[in-house]
């Protein structure tokens, strides 16, 4: 299990672009999954997409046009880009780890509100 | 993909057996691991069971987790309920084009 640590700005406008970045402490980088999954107000979660350490990427079909995510492997960080944010992107996002070879996410960051509102 | 869905909430009082189901719309329950997530107001999920039923160290031996195949499902269970477990439960599993939750459930400790 590691510490994670996220920040980035939490209200936006229509057609801005959400970027959220998430530093990882006390353990391997290169061992895991990074995660951003995302929690719309009075709702479930829901897996956005992941990177390896190689940098290989998957995303959720539905926001694939408009997600990246990636990795600064010097800063032990790793960012999410999500561009022509509407009033249906305003959740809580969370960064989180699944380490290789298990099934399930060990390590959440704390969650930061993004709201996008004109 | 596929989807999985839970009920909406859940209510037991304390002292008593809950189970929470999880049902994947198409494709086996059996083919990719389930995981289950606690989650409490503000804060953070925290995992319960991985790999349909295994606990992590630290979680009590009162959460259990199954498959059945028959219905296509995944259930956790909480016996000997208890007010700290009162929360939102969250199932998820894996297909190769991604990972999927489920929309949550809140279960309320009377």
């Known amino acids: 299990q590691v510490h994670l640590q996220q920040w980035g700005a939490g209200l936006l406008k229509p057609s801005e672009t959400l970027s959220l970045t998430c530093a990882v402490y006390?353990?391997?980088?290169?061992?895991?999954?990074w995660t951003w999954i995302r929690q719309a107000p009075g709702k479930g979660l829901e897996w956005i997409g992941e990177v390896n350490h190689g940098g290989s990427t998957t995303y959720k079909a539905s926001l694939k046009s408009r997600v990246s995510i990636s990795l600064d492997t010097s800063k032990n960080q790793f960012s999410l880009s999500l561009r022509s944010v509407t009033a249906a992107d305003t959740a809580v996002y969370y960064c989180?780890?699944?380490?290789?070879?298990?099934?399930?996410?060990?390590?959440w960051g704390q969650g930061t509100l993004v709201t996008v509102s004109s | 993909n596929f989807v999985l869905t839970q009920p909406h909430s859940v209510s037991e009082s304390p002292g008593k057996t809950v189970t929470i189901s999880c049902t994947r719309s198409s494709g086996s329950i059996a083919s990719n691991s389930v995981q289950w997530y606690q989650q409490r107001p503000g804060s953070s999920p925290t995992i319960v069971i991985y790999?349909?039923?295994?606990?992590p160290s630290g979680v009590p031996d009162r959460f259990s987790g199954s498959i059945d195949s028959s219905s296509n499902s995944a259930s956790l269970s909480i016996s000997g309920l208890k007010p700290e477990d009162e929360a939102d439960y969250h199932c998820q599993s894996s297909d190769r084009t991604g990972r999927v939750f489920g929309g949550g459930t809140k279960l309320t400790v009377l």
């Open positions: 006390g353990g391997s980088f290169s061992g895991y999954y």
């Open positions: 989180a780890g699944l380490w290789l070879g298990s099934y399930y996410f060990d390590s």
């Open positions: 790999e349909d039923y295994q606990r």
